[in-house]
C-alpha cells in the first residue's frame, strides 16, 4: 500500500539509490578521516556535514518545529527545483501557481519540461476559488505553488483559500512564505503534521539578511524529507555558509530589531510617497517592499536608473506598476527626493 505522498512521486525517484557519501557511511566526529579524499591540511579541508544537523536544530527552536522536518537548501530556488525534480514527470506532469507571482516558479518549471498552470489572481490580488476548482481532477496536476505574502504584489493571500487547497487538492502544496517574517500571520509550518502534503519553504535571504549566503529552508513531513535528502546534492551547504548561518541565528535581538526597523521605514516611506504628485496606488503590503501603480513605470524606472537609483520595474506584468523594497532611511529619502523632482518638471 502506497502512502499518501508516495503516490506523488515519480517513479524512477521512488527506484534511486542515492549516492551515499563518505560522511554517510561513517557519520561519527572523531577519528582518522582517510574516506573522503580529503586533503590533511588546511581550514576548510573537510567536507561539511550533508546533513547540517546544528543549524535545522537552531532553526526548529526558532521556528517551534521539529529538526527532523527540516530541509536546508542553497537558497529556496534549491527547494523549488527539487520539489519539481521529485513531483513532476517531465513532459508529462503539471504544475499551477497563481499570477502575478515570483518568476522563479515558471523558470523552474521550464528547466524541468513541467507545464505550468498560471491562474490569474483576482482584483484583490486573491485566489479565485471558481477558476481553481476544476483542475484538481487533473491526473497530471502534481504540484500547486502559493506564494504568500506574495511577490511582487506583497499581500497575504486568504487562510481560508489556502486551507480549502490543502483540503481538496490530491497533490503536493508548496507555500512560499519567504517574506512571512515581515507579517504577524502565523506561518504555515504548524500545518505540517496534519497536511502531509504541504511543504512551507522560507529563507535567510529577506528578513535574516544573508542572501549573499544563500540558504533557503523547506520545512516538510519525514517521507518528503526523505525524497528531497535523496535527490539533492550530497554537500550542499558550505561549512562556511552553515556557521555564517548558525552565527547570524543565534543573534535573535538583533534581527527582530532589524525587521521592526524595516517595518518603521516602510510605515514612514507609504506616508511619503502618499504625498508625491503622480503616486497612483500604494498597494498594501505584508512584506518588506512596496508594489505601487504610477502614470508610467517605464519612464519612472529610467529616470531614477540615471540617477542611480534602482527599482524593479513590473510594467510587464502588472500594469504601470514598479516594485519597490523598503532600504535605510537614507536610501528611502534620496528615493522621495527624486519622486517630488520628477512631479515638479
Ligand atoms: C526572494 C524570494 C525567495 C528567496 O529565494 P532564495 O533562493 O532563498 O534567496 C523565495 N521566494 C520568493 C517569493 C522571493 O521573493
Same mark, same amino acid.
Given at each position: 500500500m502506497k502512502s499518501k505522498v508516495q503516490q506523488f512521486v515519480r517513479k524512477n525517484i521512488q527506484a534511486l539509490a542515492p549516492y551515499s557519501s563518505a560522511r554517510d557511511e561513517y557519520s561519527g566526529k572523531e577519528g582518522i578521516f582517510l574516506d573522503a579524499n580529503e586533503n590533511p591540511f588546511g581550514v576548510y579541508n573537510r567536507y561539511p556535514d550533508p546533513y547540517q544537523p546544528a543549524l535545522k536544530e537552531k532553526l526548529a527552536q526558532i521556528k517551534n518545529t521539529s529538526a527532523d522536518q527540516i530541509f536546508i537548501g542553497n537558497g =529556496?530556488?534549491?527547494?523549488?527545483?527539487?520539489? $519539481?525534480? @521529485? /513531483? &513532476?514527470?517531465?513532459?508529462?506532469?503539471?504544475?499551477?501557481? $497563481? %499570477? !502575478?507571482?515570483? #518568476?522563479?516558479?515558471? %523558470?523552474?518549471?521550464n528547466i524541468n519540461d513541467v507545464e505550468l498552470i498560471k491562474l490569474p489572481l483576482n482584483e484583490e490580488f486573491q485566489i479565485d476559488r471558481n477558476l481553481l476548482q476544476p483542475f484538481f481532477s487533473d491526473k497530471n496536476l502534481k504540484l500547486i505553488f502559493? &506564494? =504568500? !505574502?506574495? +511577490? !511582487?504584489? #506583497?499581500?497575504?493571500?486568504?487562510? #481560508?483559500? @489556502?486551507? /480549502?487547497?490543502l483540503?481538496? $487538492?490530491?497533490?503536493? %502544496?508548496?507555500?512560499?512564505?519567504?517574506?512571512?517574517? $515581515? &507579517?504577524?500571520?502565523? =506561518? /504555515?509550518?504548524?500545518?505540517? =503534521?496534519?497536511?502531509? +502534503?504541504?511543504? %512551507? @519553504?522560507?529563507t535567510l535571504s529577506k528578513a535574516w539578511g544573508l542572501a549573499g549566503i544563500r540558504l533557503g529552508i523547506g520545512y516538510m513531513n519525514e517521507e518528503i524529507l526523505s525524497y528531497f535528502n535523496r535527490v539533492k546534492a550530497p554537500y550542499n551547504i558550505s561549512t562556511v555558509n552553515q556557521q555564517t548561518a548558525l552565527d547570524i541565528l543565534n543573534k535573535e535581538q538583533d534581527y527582530r530589531q532589524k525587521v521592526k526597523d524595516i517595518l518603521a521605514e516602510k510605515e514612514q516611506l507609504i506616508q511619503n510617497l502618499t504625498c508625491v504628485k503622480g503616486i497612483l496606488t500604494i498597494y498594501p503590503s505584508d512584506a518588506n517592499f512596496l508594489l505601487v501603480e504610477v502614470e508610467n513605470a517605464d519612464e519612472l524606472y529610467e529616470k531614477l536608473i540615471a540617477r542611480k537609483i534602482i527599482i524593479r520595474n513590473r510594467n510587464s506584468v502588472i500594469k504601470n506598476c514598479v516594485r519597490i523594497s523598503v532600504g535605510t532611511s537614507g536610501e528611502n529619502e534620496q528615493l522621495l527626493n527624486a519622486l517630488k523632482e520628477f512631479s515638479n518638471d
Open positions: =529556496s530556488d534549491e527547494a523549488i527545483d527539487l520539489a $519539481f525534480r @521529485i /513531483f &513532476c514527470e517531465p513532459g508529462q506532469d503539471k504544475a499551477l501557481t $497563481f %499570477v !502575478p507571482t515570483y #518568476g522563479m516558479y515558471e %523558470v523552474s518549471a502559493i &506564494c =504568500s !505574502p506574495n +511577490n !511582487p504584489t #506583497g499581500n497575504l493571500l486568504r487562510t #481560508g483559500d @489556502i486551507e /480549502f487547497i483540503k481538496n $487538492f490530491n497533490g503536493i %502544496v508548496l507555500i512560499d512564505e519567504a517574506y512571512i517574517d $515581515f &507579517c504577524d500571520q502565523p =506561518s /504555515f509550518i504548524k500545518k505540517i =503534521s496534519e497536511y502531509p +502534503n504541504l511543504i %512551507v @519553504i522560507q
